[in-house]
């Protein structure tokens, strides 16, 4: 079970800032229901990016990701070379519920010590590298795979071909030709499957299958949060949280936080960060009319942030929409135990750490409304692969609800793509010498 918890929304608990959202829901029924329906009228449309809905239910390569997992028990430690969507999703959800034996590390900057050092640590014919990238052209992944693929060629000679994996568009990029040329194992990226609406796809099912993730169970929560994308608005949630987002902008609340009260949870908050201002963040609409949308996310993690950042939460700015997540149900506990001379903390004694876990949450909460802070929770009933998929795909739809209210395309990511060409054009790339020569006259370079 995914719920919300809303009363903090309400103009009763935070005056100004809040919202009745029941009363917005009529409101806007026009608005959301045309949104719903335009994203599932759209989602066989390859130009419309929208083939996240439908990966889900593609059994058929998840068979084939766990047939490769079990023909290649010999792994010890896999790389995962891949940056931004391509990383993100698979570190959120191996943080959570990997389980091992194999040791996943994620090469995701060029930053040259970290890659060093992880070379000097690995054992080149116990390593699996899983190269991911959709474009097959990003310059910091194929940076890491170059000086991976001599390393392993080096150690192993011919044989490095048995310790890569690559995973790409099934026609464009650098990767896919190469693939073939060299006989490597390759799994598609769905071309109409951006890199932060991939998790669900090989980008991320290949990496957590090697860490004992229940993706049967993953795949099947995201189809649930399917199912609740199609519902009617009182029971449709991500139309729900999407208008809450966008009421909160509305209201000059420009900072989203995401704070899930989950140490394991702890990379989820980056992977959300990504999805919501890469997809969100948009100068143009639809009809290329100037309209620099978009809130900014934030990562925050509880109990830890609440001696961080809480403070400005609930003091500072009123600039910000709190989302919390909250677990319902622990998968294992702990009592606090009582010690003989440290009866000031009688109050702990005999507690559970979830009880106390829990009690921070609500606590939190309320104090943020006390301050007239708007906030709600996602409770999810447990942190198991299940609720884990499905909330990743609410938030997903979340976004694309979100990007239709805002009469933006969520799916694209000119400011991204914009980035990568200058790095081609001053790294000496081919094809980019006018830019080079635009950028020295600009002064760049
Ligand atoms: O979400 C996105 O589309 C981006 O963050 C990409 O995942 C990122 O830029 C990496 O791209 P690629 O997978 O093409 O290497």
Redesign the pocket.
């Known amino acids: 079970m995914l719920r919300l918890e809303l009363n903090n929304l309400h103009p009763d608990r935070v005056g100004p800032y809040g919202f009745d959202l029941a009363a917005a829901l009529a409101e806007h029924a026009g608005g959301l229901e045309a949104a719903r329906n335009a994203l599932w009228s759209r989602r066989m449309d390859p130009d419309e990016f929208l083939g996240w809905i439908e990966v889900p239910e593609d059994t058929e390569t998840l068979r084939e990701i766990l047939r490769y997992r079990q023909a290649n028990d010999w792994v010890e430690d896999l790389v995962v070379l ?5 990383a993100l999703g698979a570190q959120a959800v191996s943080a959570a519920l990997g389980k091992g034996p194999v040791r996943l590390h994620f090469v995701d900057n060029v930053e040259p010590e970290p890659i060093l050092e992880l070379l000097r640590t690995l054992e080149p014919g116990k390593t699996l590298v899983n190269v ?7 310059a910091e ?1 194929m940076a890491a795979f170059l000086a991976f693929r001599k390393w392993l060629g080096d150690a192993l000679g011919a044989g490095w071909k048995g310790h890569v994996v690559v995973t790409t568009d099934p026609a464009k990029g650098l990767l896919r030709p190469y693939a073939q040329a060299e006989g490597l194992v390759a799994f598609a ?1 769905p071309p109409a499957v ?3 609406f ?1 998790v669900t796809c090989p980008v991320g099912t290949l990496p957590l299958a090697f860490v004992g993730v229940d993706l049967e169970n993953l795949l099947a929560g995201a189809r649930k949060a399917n199912q609740t994308a199609r519902d009617a608005l009182d029971k449709n949630l991500p139309a729900q949280t999407a208008l809450i987002q966008y009421l909160a902008a509305a209201r000059g609340l420009n900072i989203t936080v995401f704070m899930p009260y989950s140490t394991r949870l702890r990379f989820l908050p980056d992977w959300f960060v ?1 999805l919501h201002d ?1 997809s969100l963040g948009k100068m143009v609409d639809r009809q290329g009319r100037e309209v620099r949308v978009g809130t900014t996310a934030v990562r925050a993690i509880g109990t830890t942030d609440q001696h961080a950042q809480v403070q400005l939460f609930r003091e500072g700015p009123h600039d910000k929409l709190i989302t919390l997540v909250r677990l319902e149900h622990p998968s294992q506990d702990l009592e606090i135990p009582a010690v003989a001379g440290l009866e000031g903390l009688d109050y702990l004694f005999g507690k559970r750490f979830f009880d106390l876990l829990t009690a921070e949450a609500k606590a939190t909460a309320h104090a943020l409304a006390k301050a007239h802070q708007p906030n709600y929770t996602i409770a999810l009933e447990r942190l198991d692969a299940y609720h884990l998929g499905w909330l990743l795909q609410h938030l997903m739809w979340q976004t694309a609800f979100l990007g239709e209210l805002w009469g933006i395309n969520a799916f694209d ?1 000119p400011g ?1 793509e914009l980035g ?1 060409e200058y790095t081609y054009a001053l790294m000496g790339r081919k094809g980019y010498e006018r830019l080079a020569a635009e950028l020295r006259a600009e002064g760049v370079g």
């Open positions: 891949g940056i931004g969507g391509s991911i990238s959709k474009s097959g052209s990003t992944t990226v951006g890199g932060r991939s990504q890469e990511q991204v990568k």
